[in-house]
């Protein structure tokens, strides 16, 4: 494609900058006490999305960023959440929360996704399914479905920490959504639902018995709920018990339209009773199901799950429950039905006191030797992409050579990437690209918006100078090819460039910078799109082509969200 160059000057953006470090999670290297007391030192708030209106209420989405499939419990005065995370490593994230609205990034509790070969480069949709997070005698535990290889589990004494090694608990494909459940005779349970495009099978939840520490299924599992004829693609299930019932609480309908099922019996193997207890209702929340039943150090009963907002992800919402008749009623039931419809603005949980507001990080100051938690890559890591030294106040991505010549970013594992974080936001960064050897050939740094559609703005250099370019690849998922829209003459090799994404489709105007202060809007608007499972991520990388000689780098100095 023709490649047309600016030479005149768009129009005038002026900005200031402000510098704000990208502040650590809630104290993820200190030890428990015996009450398991954790507090926020140091508290990163967004700047795009707050839910605490800081009035003794909350207004939904409590996170307003694609935490799918989430699972939350309580230790002490703790509550912990976890969520998928598919193809993206670090996987597992780990937030914590001491009021249920407020929450930030702790760690991850799998480092990288097994098999290591397999998840080496992007697998779209693939790895970790719906996890489900428990405590018991005093470990931390996460199973979760991968839905080619089968059930994993992974555990820990102190979720801030390290965790073990995953275990593989059941190999098969299409096992999904596990759930265990250490009944009080000492045996161990875990449900689990089944994935049609693997299993040949859905609508259908199963109950298999486990060996006492968790980590291995002992014998037939018993089908033990049909939701075929009225809650169809029911699936995520997750167990409990209260009092003399075994619960199930589990979505059905799918996920754009569905609601909430909750099943009980007081046989673990049924029958099970079926009832709706939560759905639209009158409210905008459409599919609200999902996710998680915590209970407050107070008495109170919650349920956290998601919405599926499209391009956004999977946003997570909080909703009040009340118990009536040893059912539970999730939301607020209007019309007095037993089946409640999400709340947007409702009371915040009553945890015995008040918690500073706090958000997952966004911003990313690259003056530590790791990472910020909100960083995955696309694939499971390799040292070879980046150099991030202690103090050194940048991060360095090499030009590291993708395996085929024009190869998409879509199948480039080095690309590291974050949620959006609100419906509206800007994502600024400076990058200066370093070309050895002068060879410049094929070698490139950028800031980029993924998704099946996706586009980037780039730094590269040709045989006169160097270049910013706007760079779009529709239908990356069934074989697009990327496309230069526009490039523009840079008088160096640094630059600042910016992304702004706002409205229900996720518009997306580029613009770049070479003094931080007058952007020049470049290119066409990009509507973001979601991929398979997951929403749209902003984020950095850079790449070479193959065949040339090896060398260059980008040093990336801040990455800013406001």
């Given at each position: 494609m023709k490649i047309f160059f600016i030479d005149h000057r768009l129009g005038l953006i002026l900005i200031s900058l402000l510098m704000i470090a990208s502040l650590p999670g809630c104290n993820h290297h200190q030890k428990p006490s015996s009450k398991n007391e954790f507090t926020n030192k140091s508290n990163y708030v967004s700047k795009v999305w707050k839910s605490d209106n800081e009035d003794g209420?909350?207004?939904?989405?409590?996170?307003?960023?694609?935490?799918?499939?989430?699972?939350?419990?309580?230790?002490?005065?703790?509550?912990?959440?976890?969520?998928?995370?598919?193809?993206?490593?670090?996987?597992?994230?780990?937030?914590?929360?001491?009021?249920?609205?407020n929450w930030q990034i702790v760690n991850h509790a799998l480092k990288r996704l097994s098999p290591n070969e397999f998840f080496n480069i992007p697998q779209h949709g693939k790895g970790v399914w719906a996890p489900c997070i428990r405590?018991?005698?005093?470990?931390?535990?996460?199973?979760?479905?991968?839905?080619?290889h089968g059930v994993f589990m992974v555990k820990t004494t102190n979720p801030f920490n390290e965790w073990e090694a995953p275990v593989l608990v059941m190999k098969g494909k299409g096992i999904i959504d596990p759930s265990p459940?250490?009944?009080?005779?000492?045996?161990?349970?875990?449900?689990?639902?089944?994935?049609?495009?693997?299993?040949?099978?859905n609508s259908v939840l199963t109950i298999w018995p486990l060996k006492n520490d968790g980590t291995e299924v002992i014998g037939e599992g018993k089908h033990i709920f049909d939701g075929h004829d009225h809650h169809?693609?029911?699936?995520?299930?997750?167990?409990?018990?209260?009092?003399?019932?075994?619960?199930?609480?589990?979505?059905?309908?799918?996920?754009?339209?569905?609601w909430q099922t909750v099943l009980r019996s007081k046989n673990i193997y049924g029958p099970y009773e079926e009832k709706i207890v939560m759905a639209q209702g009158t409210s905008s929340t459409?599919?609200?199901?999902?996710?998680?039943?915590?209970?407050?150090?107070?008495?109170?009963?919650?349920?956290?799950?998601?919405?599926?907002?499209?391009?956004?992800?999977?946003?997570i919402h909080l909703q009040p429950v009340n118990w009536i008749n040893d059912w539970p009623v999730i939301g607020i039931d209007k019309d007095n039905d037993g089946c409640g419809e999400p709340v947007t603005v409702f009371k915040k949980p009553n945890v015995g006191k008040t918690w500073p507001v706090c958000s997952p990080q966004e911003d990313d100051e690259f003056n530590s030797d790791t990472l910020g938690l909100q960083w995955q890559w696309a694939a499971n890591s390799n040292l070879k992409w980046s150099v991030l030294i202690r103090n050194q106040g940048y991060l360095r991505l090499l030009a590291y050579p993708k395996t085929e010549v024009?190869?998409?970013?879509?199948?480039?594992?080095?690309?590291?990437?974050?949620?959006?974080?609100?419906?509206?936001?800007?994502?600024?960064?400076k990058v200066k690209l370093t070309l050895e050897w002068e060879i410049w050939q094929g070698k490139k740094a950028g800031l980029m918006i993924s998704g099946n559609d996706y586009s980037?703005?780039?730094?590269?250099?040709?045989?006169?100078?160097?270049?910013?370019?706007?760079?779009?690849?529709?239908?990356?998922?069934?074989?697009?090819?990327?496309?230069?829209i526009v490039s523009a003459r840079l008088t160096k090799n640094e630059v600042f460039l910016r992304v702004n994404v706002s409205g229900p489709d996720a518009e997306c105007n580029f613009s770049y910078s070479e003094d931080g202060e007058n952007y020049f809007p470049i290119g066409i608007t990009h509507k973001a799109k979601p991929e398979l499972w997951i929403g749209a991520k902003v984020g950095l990388f850079c790449t070479a082509e193959p065949g040339f000689r090896m060398g260059g780098y980008a040093d990336f100095d801040w990455f800013v969200i406001n």
């Open positions: 209420t909350y207004t939904n989405p409590i996170i307003h960023a694609d935490y799918s499939d989430p699972d939350v419990i309580r230790v002490g005065d703790d509550y912990f959440m976890t969520a998928s995370s598919f193809n993206s490593s670090p996987a597992l994230p780990i937030l914590h929360s001491k009021d249920l609205v405590f018991h005698n005093n470990e931390y535990y996460i199973y979760w479905g991968d839905p080619d459940l250490w009944d009080s005779d000492g045996k161990m349970y875990m449900a689990t639902a089944w994935a049609g495009s693997r299993s040949g099978i169809h693609t029911i699936e995520g299930p997750k167990l409990y018990k209260k009092g003399d019932y075994y619960y199930i609480f589990a979505p059905a309908g799918g996920v754009t339209n569905g459409n599919g609200p199901h999902q996710g998680a039943w915590v209970e407050t150090q107070t008495g109170e009963s919650w349920f956290l799950h998601f919405q599926d907002k499209g391009v956004y992800g999977r946003i024009n190869q998409r970013l879509w199948d480039v594992p080095n690309l590291l990437l974050q949620k959006f974080p609100a419906p509206s936001f800007k994502a600024t960064t980037y703005l780039s730094i590269s250099k040709d045989e006169t100078g160097y270049l910013i370019s706007q760079v779009v690849c529709l239908d990356a998922n069934n074989g697009g090819v990327e496309k230069t």
